[in-house]
């Protein structure tokens, strides 16, 4: 593999074993970093870690778990070797699913689940990661468009998503004497399991067929479309290259024109 913007940098990518992390782990190896691919199952990164190595690339598979500090710590600290540096960490692992307002004791178990993996679970890793972060790194966390906005029995989900950004806002300024930059990115609806599961929840409450939840998902956007992962994963690659070094605390919105601010 020729060398790119990033050749010579170590990255950490959490909940890489499918979806968004997948295509950024899989960019940013094309780019030249060394990429553990974070997963909470071992064959779930391995299959990146193969996909990456038979590109060229070089990757490595580490075990992770949002919610489980031991498990993070361990984690990082794998990822961080043999040099004990993470020049570039991308927090992707998060779930989604509803949590409504006017539910019973479910919701609430909801929104503990849900926070606890979006946002405490990037905290998690950022702080684990701390001590590994070279003057100069870079940390993307993957927010929403449902960070710049709520959805109706979605609150659990979209304040973790309005969390990070916050969380990414004070990183960025704690972080600035060091020239760490600190972004989030905000995906509209993105082609993966998760996003897929989204649509058609969503085409049920409204009482719609797939194929018309799946329409009506396009057209919430001006561009007209449902994001392919990797171009999620093209902007990612961009605020962990040099090009954006004076870029940070910004919550960047890919969703073909949903939210303009």
């Known amino acids: 593999m020729p060398e790119g913007r990033l050749?010579?940098?170590?990255?950490?990518?959490?909940?890489?074993?499918?979806?968004?992390?997948?295509?950024?782990?899989?960019?940013?190896a094309a780019e030249g970093a060394?990429?553990?691919?974070?997963?909470?199952?071992?064959?779930?990164?391995?299959?990146?870690?193969?996909e990456i190595a038979s590109a060229g690339g070089s990757?490595?598979?580490?075990?992770?778990?949002?919610?489980?500090?031991?498990?993070?710590?361990?984690?990082?600290?794998?990822?961080a070797r043999p040099d004990r540096r993470l020049d570039i960490?991308?927090?992707?692992?998060?779930?989604?699913?509803?949590?409504?307002?006017?539910?019973?004791?479910?919701?609430?178990?909801?929104?503990?689940?849900?926070?606890d993996v979006n946002l405490t679970g990037t905290w998690r890793v950022c702080r684990a990661a701390r001590p590994f972060l070279p003057d100069g790194a870079?940390?993307?966390?993957?927010?929403?468009?449902?960070g710049r906005f709520g959805v109706a029995t979605m609150?659990?989900?979209?304040?973790?998503?309005?969390?990070?950004?916050?969380l990414t806002r004070s990183l960025a300024?704690?972080?600035?004497?060091?020239?760490?930059?600190?972004?989030?990115?905000?995906?509209?609806?993105?082609?993966?399991?998760?996003?897929?599961?989204?649509?058609v929840r969503?085409?049920?409450?409204?009482?719609?067929?797939?194929e018309e939840a799946f329409a009506l998902a396009e057209k919430m956007a001006p561009l007209g479309e449902v994001l392919p992962p990797p171009e999620v994963a093209g902007l990612v690659a961009y605020l962990a290259s040099p090009e954006a070094r004076n870029m940070t605390g910004q919550a960047l919105v890919l969703d073909g024109g949903q939210v303009m601010p």
């Open 155 to 166: 609150a659990a989900y979209c304040a973790s998503k309005h969390g990070i950004i916050g």
């Open 89 to 115: 960490l991308v927090n992707n692992a998060g779930i989604g699913g509803p949590s409504p307002f006017d539910g019973d004791v479910r919701s609430d178990e909801a929104w503990a689940q849900i926070l």
């Open 7 to 28: 050749s010579g940098k170590t990255a950490l990518v959490t909940g890489a074993g499918r979806g968004i992390g997948r295509a950024i782990a899989i960019r940013l």
């Open 138 to 146: 870079r940390i993307v966390n993957i927010s929403s468009v449902t």
């Open 59 to 79: 990757a490595q598979t580490v075990l992770l778990d949002v919610v489980d500090a031991a498990s993070v710590a361990t984690g990082v600290e794998r990822a």
């Open 173 to 199: 300024l704690e972080l600035a004497p060091r020239k760490i930059t600190v972004n989030a990115v905000c995906p509209g609806w993105v082609d993966t399991d998760t996003g897929r599961s989204g649509i």
């Open 34 to 50: 060394h990429v553990a691919v974070g997963a909470r199952r071992e064959s779930d990164g391995a299959a990146v870690v193969a």
């Open 202 to 210: 969503m085409g049920k409450a409204l009482q719609k067929s797939v």
